[in-house]
């Protein structure tokens, strides 16, 4: 090991740091463009050429706001939740990969901080971290909307946590692998053919609704459903602490995409051998925002659904799907082994 | 099992797709505005004699008295203590909680008030909403070629069946056959500066 190597670590973490708070602005503008274009409306607009700076003067404003804490609240537990949601989200980012190795002549760098070979459980494990923020966030306010959206969340991201899990072992047995980079090489073939969206496509259904579901997008936005919770769980939440629960949604959101760019779309694999001309990191970021304009998309076209409908999509339809793709995959590998074919 | 209509959140996701391409209805508004309409009334002016100047109010009050805001404040002078003959001294609007109605120009006798084009009215003072005769007359100069234009255009009385136009008013049959009335396009007028 160079004597150098603890330095490029903490020159990735800073910045994979600043690169996804920026992104999660990045994305904060597209959505509200997206959304207002979707509606015939322009989006921002006023603030820096194209409204571009007006996610940094929420930010701003937001931070400088009073702090306000409700007087009746828990205030050790309404001060700790939004650090208990937004911590996990940016430590799971320590394990995506994004992009491909680099090489500078000897030296070989990973543009992942840390290249473990159980990076995939570890994001499962982190994120399903995050429901405590919440739940604190909305117990402790001591507001029954709060409560609400808190409880609701706990159920809807606890549920789909179960189904996102299942979806992923699924690539994870045709992966034979649970790091993330190999997950991607093991999508390698040269077109997007052998991409696991291709070969695991209901397993992909599961993992996308299971995000959208994680990160409480419309249609499943239920815990902060403004027309009937105001805004759920942060409802008493002002100034910099509504902000970094703001900041967590949307980080959690550019996690989820990432690890399904990863899992299902070749992570930085061109779609066509002859497109590899273009880096590794592009393709990833071409694909992440593809990923997110969906996401955006589907939240601005369908409405959103009622809990039963949740809980029934959840456990009668994508439970069943996904426990019979298990059971195909496992089968078919198993098949494939004893006639000598390599899946 | 739950029922999913799948056709129609695909065709959802259509109109939504289309709608990403299609240019917004917003109009940015100070800098872009919908064209005005003949009928469009903005806030009362005072209108003079181009040739010497006066302001052709003579004080009779009536627009005080019908004003529904209690906005208009006349105040007359009686000159040389002939309580019959009264000379105007001050004219004081306070278009703050003005309602734009026109009654003051229905009820003006000589045509002295009138409803102008001014809209753009906002200012960081309530002090700004109050308007002395000297400048509503010479907001009224400014108006009175636009005034002179669209004077039969405009009408700002109420239908009155005693004359001829408020009968014509009154009875007027609405022709609905032609469908809804177009939406002018937007165009971009340059902003107009804060009057007075
Ligand atoms: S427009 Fe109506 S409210 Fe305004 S000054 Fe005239 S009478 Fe009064
Ligand atoms: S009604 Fe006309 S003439 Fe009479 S006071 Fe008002 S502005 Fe002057």
Redesign the pocket.
Known sequence: MEWYYPFIVLAKVVIVLIGVSLAAYINVYFFRKELGRMQSRMGPNRVGPEGLLQSLADAVKMLIKEDTIPADSDRLLFKIGPALLIIPIFVAFAVVPFSNDWSFGQTVLHPVISNTNVGLLIVLALTSMGVYGVVMGGWASNNKYGMMGSLRASAQMISYEVTLGLSVIGVVMLAHSLNLGDIVEGQASGTFATWYIVRQFPAFIIFFAGIMAESARPPFDLPEAESELVAGYHVEYSGARFFIYQTAEWSAMLLWVCVAVILFFGGWLPPFGALSFIPGWLWFIAKCYALIFTIIWVGATWPRIRYDELMTLNWKVFLPIGIANFFIVAAWKTIAASLGVGV | MAKVPVAPMIDGLKVTFDNLFRPPTTIQFPEERRPEQARERGM?VLRSFPDTGECRCVACGL?EV????H??EVHAQPEGGDRRVRILEAYI?DASH???????AAACPVEAVVMSDIQDMAGFSRRNMIFDLQQLMELGRRFEPTYQATKGAVEFRLPDPDTESGRLLENKPLDLSEGPVERPTPVAVPVRSKSV
């Open positions: 009362p627009c019908v004003c529904p805001g906005c208009l609007l003005c309602l734009f109605c026109g009654y003051c």
